[in-house]
T-cell receptor, first 122, second 108 residues
Framework: QVQLVQSGSELKKPGASVEVTCKTSGYDFSTYGFTWVRQAPGQGLEWVGWISARSNNTVYAKKFQGRVTMATLPSSNTAYLEIRGLKSDDTAVYYCARDRRIVSGRLVAGYWGQGTLITVSS | ETVLTQSPGTLSLSPGDRATLSCRASQSIFSDYVAWYQHKSGQAPRLLIAGASHRAGDIPDRFSGSGSGTDFTLTITRLDPEDFAVYYC?????????FGQGTRLDIK
């Protein structure tokens, strides 16, 4: 079955960078794209961006452009999220989610990783 | 960007009740690409509905979605104790994708 396993929690200082990994199994990796979503403490879900595992085309939310990079590595069935210039309000649980086809047309974030807590604190 | 407003913020009901959750968009959603997710604390969000009304394969039929344009609804008939959680709508028809702020479904 489809599985997404994310890397563990990280504690970072303001200004540092962090990479979150999302290792997948149970399907042909290059067939589907990935969405990244975050949830800050006490807040709702926030869309960070999307990457195609076939072409590595990316779409980033405007507030993250220039500070975030998404990538995939088909040889290891893994998707990556890098955030640079961390700030305290980047403290959140970050989720990766794989596209899923429920109805014809656009795919939706259908299979989710367990989440990775990134804490930014001096 | 398209703003999604969910109502109510909190809904307190009893097991066996019917829940009706609303999601209103600031502009029409292309092809009614609206999804609903269930989110429990400490767990990953779970996809319930996509394309406004299409249940994901593993979702019980007590969950249903409806609506079009700017107004969308998630209905849960015969609430089960495991259904008490936070529910989010998401629109993925207009760029960028956005989420509503969530509706918390509490046990009364």
């Amino acid at each position: 079955q489809v599985q997404l396993v994310q890397s563990g929690s990280e504690l970072k200082k303001p200004g540092a960078s962090v990479e979150v990994t999302c290792k997948t199994s149970g399907y042909d990796f290059s067939t589907y794209g990935f969405t990244w979503v975050r949830q800050a403490p006490g807040q709702g879900l926030e869309w960070v961006g999307w990457i195609s595992a076939r072409s590595n085309n990316t779409v980033y939310a405007k507030k993250f452009q220039g500070r975030v990079t998404m990538a995939t590595l088909p040889s290891s069935n893994t998707a990556y999220l890098e955030i640079r210039g961390l700030k305290s309000d980047d403290t959140a649980v970050y989720y990766c989610a794989r596209d899923r086809r429920i109805v014809s047309g656009r795919l939706v974030a259908g299979y989710w990783g367990q989440g990775t807590l990134i804490t930014v604190s001096s | 960007e398209t703003v999604l407003t969910q109502s109510p913020g909190t809904l307190s009901l009893s097991p066996g009740d019917r829940a009706t959750l609303s999601c209103r968009a600031s502009q029409s959603i292309f092809s009614d690409y609206v999804a609903w997710y269930q989110h429990k604390s400490g767990q990953a969000p779970r996809l319930l509905i996509a394309g406004a009304s299409h249940r994901a394969g593993d979702i019980p039929d007590r969950f249903s979605g409806s609506g079009s344009g700017t107004d969308f609804t998630l209905t849960i008939t015969r609430l089960d104790p495991e259904d008490f959680a936070v529910y989010y709508c998401e629109q993925y028809g207009n760029s960028p994708t956005t989420f509503g702020q969530g509706t918390r479904l509490d046990i009364k």
